[in-house]
């Protein structure tokens, strides 16, 4: 983790948050500022707004108080700043596009005009960026037909390509196997070692990152803690949260949590399908 | 061989002007149909084009009751059509229902202002099949003018328009106005669709607007080398249809669909076979067919 100094700008910081549907509030309250190469856990049940955090992160949903300042500018204003990787989902198999296309869009497919200049940089920009996750032998195959966790190393090239301040991730270990997972997140740990990009992590499961963690944030029922793994993933703590008991056990390197699935379905992998744009329009 | 003579179809090229304009014509909406195709099929739009060509339909029926140019009529009808699928069926859970309440209603009130028109006749069923001998050079401004600007556009918006219509997620997470390409886009193909009208009939956009660009994306996975591809088979369809039908003197778009449909199942048929090669070599997904030739 990269010194915490004044002169250092944050990646991220949140200043009073809150966030409410009608009369439903998520979270409130919420003071929180990430430092560049910090990875920091976003954690919490199905509905507590996780998803909602990044959202409002990206620009894409409004605080109900508050304000948020993302790579040095407002959510929404900063987002070429900022690097999105997705969870896994089913791509059409006859879908016209390759790896290497998926790749460069992470790079400029947010720019105007055809961009038929500075060819050949942008292909040795996206080859890099693919090399680097371990992705070059099936970059030009159609994304479609590649195996979930193949998909998500082009995903992380897709993200870190544009060599953003900030990586937002967004369930990208879901539905992917132990090894997968594992490989994934140990190239997300690598580029904010390497490259001090910060990392904000929305999971429903922190084993698969927990050597990595920083600081976790935990969001329940409206209350949300911030801290150490070691100081929020406490059965004291969660307990707390959850407003019930809940035992949190450690067992070879990993957390476990009783009692939380059952009340709230924590750990059940949940495909959420909705769409990111969904709550905008 | 009477079907196709060559000799009196070289004749008619070279010495009716009209051929000649329909064969520029062609030409242009090959490339502007072909650079189309690509996005339609990955944004799954064939049914919306569709649709948005029925209402073209409806459009230059009702110009042909009020005595004004069916090219205006039927733009006006796709450019309204276009609107009202990208606004109306935006969410992907509405959108194939909307697109047949809209293209059923349209094709309705288009049969209607046809019942009421008392000219030609052939002006009637041109307008669903086509009528690209009937080209002169006034229209031929409209279609060369509104070719380029569809061309502009799209040259502006590409790199945009393609994350969104692939990746829509991660191209709003990288702020990408995803809903303004919707309407900009559904705009392109309204006007494209209205030039279509009048090579192919409305009847029969889809086989050019979406055909060639289907085919293509059996054979190659790059959005490149689809759009490349899309615009010959495009070309090929459109100026072959044309010319092919001189002789027998038959109507240009059994030709033009003929062809396209023919392409697309050779291409199908490269596809199977070379998914078959690649099963039996290994497990591994299957190469990209272009590059590999």
């Known amino acids: 983790m990269a010194p915490v100094s004044d002169d250092v700008r944050p990646a991220v910081r949140v200043r009073g948050a809150g966030l409410a549907f009608g009369p439903r509030t998520l979270w409130s309250g919420l003071d929180l500022v990430v430092e560049p190469g910090e990875f920091l856990a976003v954690l919490g049940p199905n509905g507590s707004g996780k998803s909602s955090f990044l959202k409002a992160l990206l620009g894409m949903q409004d605080l109900s108080a508050g304000t948020v300042e993302i790579a040095g500018g407002r959510p929404g204003g900063a987002n070429r700043k ?44 996206v080859s890099e960026a693919i090399e680097a996750v371990g992705a070059t ?13 193949e998909q998500q190393r082009l995903r992380v090239a897709q993200a870190l390509v544009g060599d953003p301040e900030v990586l937002l ?56 803690r911030i801290g150490k793994p070691d100081e929020v993933m406490t059965t004291e703590t969660l307990s707390q949260l959850y407003g019930t008991r809940v035992e949190v056990l450690k067992v070879g ?15 059940e992998p949940h495909h ?8 905008v329009g | 061989m009477d079907l196709f003579d060559f000799g009196k179809t070289w004749e008619l090229i070279t010495e009716l002007e009209g051929v000649q304009t329909a064969l520029l014509a062609a030409a242009i909406l090959g490339l502007v149909a072909g650079v189309l195709g690509p996005l339609i099929v990955m944004r799954r739009m064939s049914f919306a084009v569709h649709g948005t ?33 990208g606004i109306l069926g935006a969410r992907d859970a ?38 690209i ?50 309407v900009v886009f559904a705009l392109l193909v309204g006007v494209s669709t209205a030039l279509s009208v009048k090579v192919v009939g409305s009847l029969l956009v889809v086989a050019l607007m979406v055909t060639p660009a289907a085919a293509a994306a059996r054979v190659t996975a790059s959005p490149w080398k689809a759009t490349v591809l899309s615009v010959v088979f495009a070309e090929v369809s459109a100026i072959g249809g044309i010319v092919l039908s001189l002789a027998p003197g038959l109507p240009v778009s059994a030709f033009v669909t003929a062809i396209s449909f023919l392409i697309y199942v050779v291409c199908r048929v490269l596809a199977w076979q070379r998914d078959r090669r690649t099963r039996v070599r290994s497990v591994d997904p299957a190469p990209d067919l272009v590059a590999a030739a």
């Open chain 1, 253 to 267: 390197g990993q957390i476990h949590i009783a009692g939380a699935q059952s009340a709230l379905c924590e750990g």
């Open chain 1, 82 to 125: 900022i690097g999105y990787i997705p969870q896994q989902r089913a791509i059409d198999e006859s879908l016209t596009l390759r790896g290497v296309d998926l790749v460069g869009l992470g790079l400029d497919g947010h720019r105007w005009g055809p961009g038929l200049t500075g060819m050949a940089a942008r292909r040795r920009r």
């Open chain 2, 133 to 182: 001998i009937t080209i002169d050079s006034t229209n031929l401004t409209l279609f060369v003018v509104s070719s380029v600007v569809v061309l502009a556009v799209l040259a502006l918006v590409y790199r945009p328009l393609l994350f969104a219509s692939v990746d829509r997620n991660v191209a709003v997470a990288r702020g990408v106005p995803v809903k303004t390409l919707t």
């Open chain 1, 169 to 224: 991730c967004d369930e990208p270990l879901l539905s992917l196997d132990l090894a997968h997972q594992r490989a994934i997140s140990e190239l997300i740990d690598e580029r904010r070692q390497s490259a001090g990009t910060a990392v904000l992590f929305v999971t429903h499961e922190i084993n698969p990152v927990l050597p990595f963690v920083d600081r976790v944030l935990y969001l329940v029922n409206g209350q949300f």
């Open chain 2, 53 to 85: 060509s029925e209402l073209a339909f409806t459009g230059g029926a009702a110009a042909l009751l009020l005595g004004i140019g069916v090219e205006y009529g039927a733009l006006i009808g796709a450019v309204v059509a276009a609107l009202l699928l």
């Open chain 1, 272 to 279: 959420h399908e909705h769409d990111v744009e969904e709550q």
């Open chain 2, 94 to 131: 509405d959108r194939d229902s909307v697109i047949g309440v809209i293209l059923s209603f349209g094709l309705g009130m288009g049969v209607l202002f046809l019942s009421f028109y008392k000219g030609r006749s052939g002006n009637k069923f041109g307008i669903l099949t086509g009528q």
């Open chain 1, 137 to 149: 032998r099936y970059a030009k195959q159609p994304v479609g037909r590649l195996s979930g966790g």
